[in-house]
């Protein structure tokens, strides 16, 4: 296995064993605001999720995003170097991120079937993701997490490939 590979390992351990303390609320922004890095920090991260976080983990917690210009922003990275004690920074975070981020593989799946249904003005699909989101259980999150090992295995396997319907 080569050294990144083993980093990587490493990375998604102690990211399963950080991440089983809870779930956060969710966190919206205004309809048709521009998700810039300033406002990325400012209302997602400062108001909403990093209080949340460091309240469910005692401050003691793994953070990484996906690519999105917003997250991997200098201002962002700057703000998160200096706010988060463990951030990995942009250049570690995996390829293929999606199929090793349990809320992208497993949640958000399980939340588009319920909203796909019908066409819904925003304060309905607000009220029905908040809703989808208080009944996954801690359980079923746990289960996702506990296949980040062997999701990465797979990933690595594949060079890098989509997998994510492979694993269930």
């Not at 969710?26 to 400012?42: D, E, M, R, T, W």
């Not at 909203?115 to 801690?138: G, N, P, R």
């Not at 296949?147 to 594949?158: D, E, G, T, Y």
């Amino acid at each position: 296995m080569s050294q990144r590979s083993l980093k990587a390992l490493r990375f998604l351990l102690l990211f399963q064993n950080r991440v089983k303390s809870g779930k956060t609320d969710l966190v919206f922004v205004q309809p048709g605001a521009k998700i810039n890095s300033v406002c990325y920090c400012h209302n997602v991260l400062e108001q909403g999720l990093l209080p949340d976080i460091r309240r469910s983990s005692n401050d003691n917690f793994l953070f990484q995003q996906d690519g999105a210009p917003a997250h991997c922003s200098r201002h962002t990275v700057a703000y998160l170097r200096s706010h988060v004690p463990d951030f990995t920074e942009p250049e570690n975070w995996p390829s293929s991120s999606p199929d090793l981020n349990p809320v992208d593989y497993s949640v958000w799946g399980r939340c588009n079937r319920w909203c796909i249904v019908t066409k819904f003005c925003i304060d309905q699909l607000k009220l029905m993701l908040i809703d989808c989101w208080d009944q996954l259980s801690q359980d079923m999150l746990n289960r996702a997490i506990d296949q980040l090992p062997k999701r990465l295995m797979i990933v690595m396997k594949v060079k890098g490939a989509h997998v994510e319907f492979r694993l269930d």
